[in-house]
């Protein structure tokens, strides 16, 4: 009788390594975009919580969002990104940007982010 001994061949062995290879490659262009996004929603909640931040002029706020994007290497929020609403007894700011990295060859992902955040005079009452 001649048995045949199952398992995974060297071509399927590759497959399964360049697939894994390929999800690799894309957790690697997705997790700084997100890591990015993640940093403005967190300077978002810290500038919230600031005493006094209802009462500061637009550029000053924007200025303080700013220093704290600059410890988290943030690239991609440009001064242009960042609107101001007036809001009951503070503002509401608005943070949408989009970043672009190139995938393979001619593709690229694109990220649309949106965060907003309220900074009234009661602190961080969450998102609006």
Known sequence: ???KQGGLSLIGFLVVLAVLGFAAYIGMKLFPMYQEY???KSALKGLSNEPGVADM???RIQDLFF???YINYSENVK???VKF???DGGWVMNVSYEVRR???YNLDVVGNFDASQALTRRGGSGEE
């Open 38 to 40: 993640y940093a403005v």
């Open 85 to 87: 609403e007036r809001a």
């Open 57 to 59: 002029n637009p550029a």
């Open 79 to 81: 001064p242009q990104n």
């Open 67 to 69: 220093r704290r994007l």
């Open 102 to 104: 190139p995938l393979v």
């Open 1 to 3: 009788m001649k048995r």
